[in-house]
T-cell receptor, first 112, second 116 residues
Framework: EDKVVQSPLSLVVHEGDTVTLNCSYE??????LLWYKQEKKAPTFLFML??SGIEKKSGRLSSILDKKELFSILNITATQTGDSAIYLC????????????WGLGTSLAVNP | SAVISQKPSRDICQRGTSLTIQCQVD?????MFWYRQQPGQSLTLIAT?????????ESGFVIDKFPISRPNLTFSTLTVSNMSPEDSSIYLC?????????????FGSGTRLTVV
């Protein structure tokens, strides 16, 4: 059965810390891996990764994919209280429907 | 990226009643996706709605319980029928469109449903 596993499930850090969130997957027909930030209800898109070893970067956030070892990491440097959220990882299946398989998320709390 | 207007934002409903959730997209899209997120859980795909054809439902979801309409390329509705407390969830619509970074899935603002 296809699955996406995120770790840790929750994390509490202090402002200024650097965090690394993990996402491993077992998906038969892989197309891409996506990271989202969910603060209230709607997830907001962070990154889409399709190729191994190419880092995507947006401000203090960066992410990279390893298609051989079947995992991705999301790094957040110099964390701020506004980074507190649930970070979701999803793998998009290849095919017409492009179904997303979601992990449970990592709940990040950044304390001042 | 697309902008999706989802309504209502939240509702408290009596068991046995039905609620229709609407999503309006500012771009034409072929596929719209409807998700449910139960408390403490991740997102679960309910169905994929294509314009001009019946929605494709995932295992565990049926049309009688979650009828979907897709009258055109910018609009869709999901109805939660004969509600029970187990239907209390966040419901989200989503589309995927190309943007500057490649493409990604954009979500509506979500509907928080509580069934009492």
């Amino acid at each position: 059965e296809d699955k996406v596993v995120q770790s840790p499930l929750s994390l509490v850090v202090h402002e200024g810390d650097t965090v690394t969130l993990n996402c491993s997957y077992e998906v038969t027909n892989f197309r891409s891996l996506l990271w989202y930030k969910q603060e209230k209800k709607a997830p907001t898109f962070l990154f889409m990764l399709t190729s191994s070893g190419i880092e995507k970067k947006s401000g203090r956030l960066s992410s990279i994919l390893d298609k051989k070892e079947l995992f991705s990491i999301l790094n957040i440097t110099a964390t701020q209280t506004g980074d507190s959220a649930i970070y979701l990882c999803a793998v998009e299946e290849a095919g017409n429907n492009r179904k997303l398989i979601w992990g449970l998320g990592t709940s990040l709390a950044v304390n001042p | 990226s697309a902008v999706i207007s989802q309504k209502p934002s939240r509702d408290i409903c009596q068991r046995g009643t039905s609620l229709t959730i609407q999503c309006q997209v500012d771009s034409q899209v072929t596929m719209m996706f409807w998700y449910r997120q139960q408390p403490g859980q991740s997102l679960t795909l309910i169905a994929t709605a294509n314009q001009g054809s019946e929605a494709t439902y995932e295992s565990g979801f049926v049309i009688d319980k979650f009828p979907i309409s897709r009258p055109n390329l910018t609009f869709s509705t999901l109805t939660v029928s004969n509600m029970s407390p187990e239907d209390s969830s966040i419901y989200l619509c989503s589309v995927h469109l190309f943007d500057r970074e490649g493409y990604g899935y954009t979500f509506g603002s979500g509907t928080r449903l509580t069934v009492v």
